[in-house]
């Protein structure tokens, strides 16, 4: 059975504090995806990596950084939380073009 | 970029059919897919199409015309439990390695 996992449900930070938040998938998939969720807005892509040590940015990467040491990890950073960063943050991996998606159960954060 | 439309709610009764429309640039597509999003948790793939024609799958069914721009997903004989966010997502030739663009999703209420 396929599995996403992500290190928090629910996460509470201080403004400037820094955040790590971690995705573990357990499929070999080559690519990773990090997108926020907000109400109205649909899910955006932050970052995502098609490969170890490779980082691509997506629509929305200010604030954000990502880290790929691992095939099965994709760690998205932020360097200092701010409170326009409150969201529901979903990681999601993928074998390759044409093929689904499969998503982790996001991790809500609210920075305070 | 892609802009992906689709109703923001549909409100539908148990036991009768829900069709959600999604329309799209058509320049640059190669495949679109569904997925469904209950509350507070992880999208999860519903189907996909990349040819003109009609994807039957149990009470689910999806709708693509590649030359209209426009997909459709149609939920027959709608259960309580089908009460959930239904996400368009857009796969683009300019895009690789499984990058999607997501519509902002239809809420679908499915009322006793």
């Known amino acids: 059975d396929v599995k996403v996992t992500q290190s928090s449900r629910y996460l509470v930070k201080r403004t400037g504090e820094k955040v790590f938040l971690e995705?573990?998938?357990?499929?070999?998939?080559?690519?990773?995806?990090w997108y926020r969720q907000d109400p109205g807005l649909g899910l955006r892509l932050i970052y995502f990596s098609y490969d170890v040590k490779m980082k691509e940015k997506g629509d929305i990467p200010e604030g954000y950084s990502v880290s790929r040491e691992k095939k099965e990890r994709f760690s998205l950073i932020l360097e200092s939380a701010s409170t326009n960063q409150t969201s529901?943050?979903?990681?999601?991996?993928?074998?390759?073009?044409?093929?689904?998606?499969?998503?982790?159960?996001?991790?809500?954060?609210l920075v305070l | 970029g892609q802009n992906i439309d689709q109703p923001t709610e549909m409100t539908a009764t148990e036991g009768a059919i829900v069709q959600i429309n999604c329309t799209?640039?058509?320049?640059g597509f190669n495949g679109l897919f569904w997925y469904q999003q209950h509350a507070g948790e992880a999208p999860t793939f519903l189907s996909y199409n990349v040819l003109d024609g009609l994807e039957e799958k149990g009470r689910f069914s999806s709708f693509l015309s590649r030359s209209k721009g426009y997909s459709y997903l149609l939920l027959k004989e709608l259960?309580?439990?089908?009460?959930?966010?239904?996400?368009?997502?857009?796969?683009?030739t300019t895009d690789s390695w499984g990058k999607l663009q997501f519509g902002?999703?239809?809420?679908?209420v499915v009322t006793p």
């Open chain 1, 23 to 33: 995705c573990v998938q357990d499929m070999d998939h080559e690519n990773m995806f």
């Open chain 1, 88 to 109: 529901m943050y979903l990681c999601a991996s993928t074998r390759g073009n044409q093929e689904t998606q499969y998503f982790g159960p996001g991790t809500r954060l």
């Open chain 2, 24 to 27: 799209y640039q058509t320049s």
């Open chain 2, 79 to 92: 259960q309580m439990k089908d009460s959930a966010s239904y996400l368009c997502a857009v796969l683009m």
């Open chain 2, 104 to 108: 902002a999703g239809t809420q679908v």
